[in-house]
C-alpha cells in the first residue's frame, strides 16, 4: 500500500494496538451498596430511604427529589450513614408541596460523581367501594358469584363477610379471588344469606354495601347448554406476581372446564393452580408466562363447548446482562463502555457523565441502541464517571464505571509538516516531519485516515515504520475529500495529534464502452455499444472514424450519454475504415475502443447477384414501341438469367464471416509475417484449424489481400497502423480491438471465370467518397 519500508511489520502494529487498548489497573471504585427503593409510605408517619456508598474517601453523599436537590430541613434531613429520614410523610401539605416524587441519591469523591436508581415514593391511599356486591336469586345446585372492587396503595386485602361473620374457607364450595369476587358452587338452602366484603391496607379499612342471597326451589334436572358467565380479565402485572384468571361456567349436566393457550404452547405444571371449579391461578409469574389464555366449558361426554378468553401481560424491570467496566486509556485513544441490559418491555438505555445527561460530540457517540458509548480521541477532560441507565415501566437500575485518562512524561511531542498532496483518482501521498521533542524512544507512527464527510468513528488507521516519513494512501474513493493526522508512538503511550490536513482525490474519467460494428449495405455501417450505465458519471460520448491509410480522423461526432448507436454513411467500398469510441466527462476523455471494418464484401455481393430490376427498365423504356419491345426482351432475359443462375449456382471463393454485427478488417498483413501453418491478424495467430480446406489445396493468400488492399505505399501502410497511438488521439491510451481468425471460415473450391462487362471494367467501381452524414 505505501513506499518500500513504510509497512510496519506486525509485531510492531500489535505492540501499538496494545499500547493503545492496555488496561493499567483499577483502584477501589466508586460504587452503591444500597440503592433507595421503591416504597409506599403511611400519611403522617416516618419514612426512611437508604443508601449506602463504597470508594475511596472522602465521599459526599447528597439527596435529590425529582432531580432537585434536598436541603437539610426539619421535615427532611440525611442521617450519618447516608440515608434520608423524613419525619412526617406528607401527601399534600398546605403550601401545595408533596413529599410523593422520585428520589435519588447522589455520591462524589476525587474521581468524579455517581448517581444512584431512582426510588418511586407513594402515599398510602384507598378510595371508597366503586363495585359493590348485588342481591342474587339462584336456584339450588346453581352458582352464585358477588364481587367488590376498591382501588388503594398498596394492594387492599378483601375478605368476605356472611351475616357478620367471616366467610368459613375451609368450605371447597367457597372460593376467594384476591380481586375481591366470592363463587359459590352447588348452592343448597343453608347458603342463603347476607353478604358483604371488608377491604383492609395499611392506610384505612372500608366496608362495602350487603347484598343477599336467595336459594330458591329445588335442584333442576331440566337439560341447560354449557354458558360461561364470567371469563378471564385482560392483565397486566410483573414478574414474582401472582395472577388469577377467573372462569365461571353453568349448564347441567355441570360443564367440564379446561384451559389451553392459543399459541398452542403448553401451560405446565410448575406454579400452576386450579380454583374453585375452574379458576387458573399462576404463581412466580416470568415472561413466558405471557400470552392468550382460552377458557373452555363442556358438557361432558359430547363435543358441545363454548370458550371464552383473556390476555396475560407480564413485565419485567431492566436488568442488565453486561455492565460497563472501568477503563484506562492514553491520551489520544479511543475509550469505549458497553452497557446492554434487558427487560419487557425493552428498557431505553441513557448515559450519565458525573451525574448529567451525557450530550453526544464529534467525539463521543452512542451507538446499537445506546449500548456501546465510544469516546474518541481522549483527552483530560474526558476522565469521569459513566453510568448507564437502563429503564422501563417495570423498573430501572444503573450500572458505573471509570475512565481514567493516562498521560505519561516525556512522550513525543505531535508530528510536524504534515502534508498530503493528490497522486491520482484514488490515491493521496501522505508526509510528515519528525517531532521537535523526546524522539528517542519512537516505535513507529500511526496514520489516522477518514473520509472528511464520515462521522469520527468510521475512522481507520495504518501504522509506519519510524525510519519512514511518508505513506503512500491507495485504494481511494475518486473526487472524494480525505482528512489525515499523525500520531507518534512509544511503548509508554502516544504522542498527541499531529495537525490535520484535508485533501481530495482527482476525478475519474469514464470507463472504456464496448463497441461494436455492423455492416447495413454498401457504403453505411452502424456502430453499438453499451448502455451508458456500465461506464460510470459521464457526460456522452465521442465518435471518431477514418480509412486506415490517412492520419486525419474525421469527428468526433459528439453524442448524447443516452445514445446507443451512430450510422456512419457515405463510406468507400474499397479501403478499410477504422472506428474509434470513447466516453468523456468532467475530468477528461476515457481510454477509446478501436474496431475496424470493410465494406468491400458487400459489394462484391450486389455486383455478382444483381437484382432483377425489371419493372424500372420497362418504365424507362415506355415511351416508344422499340422501347417496349426491348423491356420485353431485357425482362425475359432477366427471369431466364435468374433461372440458371439458380440452377448451375455460382462456384468460386466465398469468405464467409460468423459473426455479422463485426465485420471487421485490419490492414495487409506482409507475407513475411505468413507461415504455412498459420495467419496473424492483428496479433492473433490461427493455430486451431489446418491451412488446407477438405480437397487437401493449398489457401490462396490473395483471398486476404482482395478483403484488405495493399495501402499505396509501404511507408502509408506503416504510417496508418501506427496512427491509432500517435496522431489526432482525443486521449493517450487507445485499444484496438481485435477480430482473431477463429471468427472466419475460408473454403476454396474451384474457380469459375467471372462474367465481364461489355466494357471490360472489373465487376465492382470504387463508390465516391461522400463527406459523413450524422444519423444517430
Not at 261 to 286: A, W
Not at 407 to 416: F, I, K, R
Request: overall charge negative.
Amino acid at each position: 500500500m505505501g513506499p518500500p519500508g513504510s509497512a510496519l511489520p506486525a509485531c510492531l502494529l500489535g505492540l501499538l494496538l496494545l499500547v493503545c487498548r492496555g488496561d493499567f489497573g483499577r483502584s477501589s471504585e466508586l460504587a452503591f451498596v444500597v440503592e433507595p427503593s421503591d416504597d409506599i409510605a403511611v400519611q403522617e408517619q416516618p419514612l426512611i430511604l437508604y443508601c449506602q456508598v463504597e470508594g475511596i474517601q472522602p465521599i459526599t453523599i447528597t439527596w435529590r427529589k425529582n432531580g432537585v436537590m434536598i436541603v437539610d430541613s426539619e421535615n427532611a434531613f440525611m442521617l450519618a450513614n447516608g440515608s434520608l429520614y423524613v419525619s412526617r410523610f406528607q401527601r399534600l401539605r398546605g403550601d401545595g408541596s408533596s413529599d410523593e416524587g422520585e428520589y435519588d441519591c447522589m455520591a462524589q469523591n476525587h474521581y468524579g460523581l455517581l448517581v444512584s436508581r431512582k426510588a418511586k415514593i407513594q402515599a398510602a391511599t384507598m378510595s371508597d367501594f366503586h363495585i359493590h356486591p348485588q342481591n342474587a336469586v339462584v336456584e339450588e345446585g346453581g352458582v352464585a358469584r358477588f364481587q367488590c372492587q376498591i382501588h388503594g396503595l398498596p394492594e387492599p386485602v378483601i375478605l368476605w363477610h356472611k351475616n357478620s361473620m367471616p366467610v368459613n374457607t375451609d368450605n371447597e364450595r367457597y372460593t376467594l379471588l384476591p380481586k375481591g369476587v366470592l363463587q359459590i358452587t352447588g348452592l343448597r338452602a343453608e347458603d342463603s344469606g347476607i353478604f358483604h366484603c371488608v377491604a383492609t391496607n395499611i392506610a384505612n379499612v372500608k366496608f362495602s354495601r350487603e347484598a343477599r342471597l336467595t336459594v330458591s326451589g329445588s335442584h333442576s334436572t331440566v337439560y341447560k347448554d354449557p354458558m360461561i358467565l364470567v371469563g378471564p380479565e385482560n392483565l397486566t402485572l410483573t414478574v414474582h406476581q401472582t395472577a388469577v384468571l377467573e372462569c365461571i361456567a353453568t349448564g347441567n349436566p355441570r360443564p367440564i372446564v379446561s384451559w389451553s393457550r392459543l399459541d398452542g404452547r403448553p401451560i405446565g405444571v410448575e406454579g400452576i393452580q386450579v380454583l374453585g371449579t375452574g379458576n387458573l391461578m399462576i404463581s412466580d409469574l416470568t415472561v413466558q408466562h405471557s400470552g392468550i389464555y382460552v377458557c373452555a366449558a363442556n358438557k361432558p361426554g359430547t363435543r358441545v363447548r363454548r370458550t371464552a378468553q383473556g390476555s396475560l401481560v407480564v413485565q419485567a424491570p431492566a436488568e442488565f446482562v453486561q455492565h460497563p467496566q472501568s477503563i484506562s486509556r492514553p491520551v489520544g485513544t479511543t475509550a469505549i463502555f458497553t452497557c446492554v441490559a434487558q427487560g419487557e418491555p425493552p428498557p431505553q438505555i441513557t448515559w450519565l457523565r458525573n451525574g448529567q445527561i451525557l450530550e453526544t460530540s464529534d467525539h463521543i457517540k452512542l451507538k446499537n441502541n445506546n449500548s456501546t458509548l465510544s469516546i474518541y480521541g481522549i483527552n483530560q477532560a474526558d476522565e469521569a464517571i459513566y453510568q448507564c441507565l437502563a429503564e422501563n415501566s417495570a423498573g430501572s437500575t444503573q450500572a458505573s464505571a471509570r475512565l481514567t485518562v493516562l498521560w505519561a512524561d516525556g512522550l513525543p511531542s505531535p508530528p510536524q509538516g504534515v502534508r498530503a498532496e493528490t497522486v491520482s483518482a484514488t490515491t493521496i501521498q501522505v508526509s510528515w516531519e519528525k517531532p521537535l521533542q523526546n524522539t528517542k524512544e519512537i516505535i513507529g507512527y500511526v496514520l489516522h485516515i477518514r473520509k472528511a464527510a464520515d462521522p469520527v468513528e468510521m475512522e481507520y488507521q495504518e501504522a509506519v515504520s519510524k525510519s519512514t516519513f511518508q505513506q503512500l494512501v491507495t485504494d481511494l474513493e475518486p473526487s472524494t475529500s480525505y482528512s489525515f493526522y499523525i500520531k507518534a508512538y512509544t511503548s509508554r503511550g502516544a504522542s498527541k495529534a499531529s495537525e490535520v490536513t484535508v485533501v481530495s482525490t482527482l476525478g475519474e474519467v469514464p470507463a472504456m464502452p464496448s463497441l461494436f460494428i455492423k455492416v447495413i449495405n454498401s457504403t453505411t455501417v452502424q456502430a453499438t455499444w453499451e448502455p451508458s450505465i456500465k461506464l460510470g458519471q459521464h457526460e456522452g460520448f465521442k465518435l471518431y472514424y477514418r480509412k486506415v491509410h490517412l492520419s486525419q480522423y474525421t469527428g468526433p461526432v459528439l453524442l448524447a450519454s443516452n445514445i446507443t448507436a451512430y450510422n456512419i454513411t457515405h463510406l468507400d467500398a474499397s479501403v478499410v475504415y477504422e472506428v474509434k469510441l470513447l466516453a468523456y466527462n468532467q475530468h477528461g476523455d476515457g481510454n477509446s475502443t478501436v474496431r475496424f471494418v470493410s465494406l468491400r464484401e458487400t459489394v462484391e455481393r450486389t455486383v455478382l447477384n444483381p437484382p432483377c430490376d425489371c419493372m424500372k427498365d420497362e418504365q424507362n423504356n415506355k415511351t416508344s414501341t422499340t422501347g417496349i419491345i426491348i423491356g420485353i426482351h431485357i425482362g425475359v432475359t432477366c427471369i431466364i438469367f435468374c433461372i440458371l443462375f439458380l440452377m448451375f449456382g455460382y462456384r468460386g471463393r466465398l469468405l464467409m464471416c460468423k459473426n455479422v454485427q463485426e465485420q471487421l478488417s485490419t490492414p495487409q498483413i506482409p507475407r513475411s509475417q505468413r507461415s504455412a501453418t498459420g495467419l496473424v491478424l492483428n496479433g492473433a495467430t490461427r493455430r486451431d484449424r489446418d491451412d488446407r480446406d477438405l480437397n487437401g489445396k493449398q489457401l490462396d493468400m490473395n483471398e486476404l489481400e482482395r478483403l484488405f488492399p495493399a495501402s499505396p505505399s509501404q511507408e502509408q501502410q506503416e504510417k496508418g497502423i501506427m496512427s491509432a497511438h500517435s496522431l489526432s488521439a482525443p486521449h493517450d491510451e487507445t485499444q484496438i480491438s481485435t477480430l482473431p481468425l477463429d471468427e472466419f471460415s475460408i473454403i476454396e473450391e474451384q474457380p469459375d471465370p467471372l462474367p465481364k462487362n461489355p466494357h471490360g471494367s472489373s465487376p465492382a467501381a470504387p463508390a465516391p467518397n461522400h463527406g459523413p452524414a450524422n444519423e444517430g
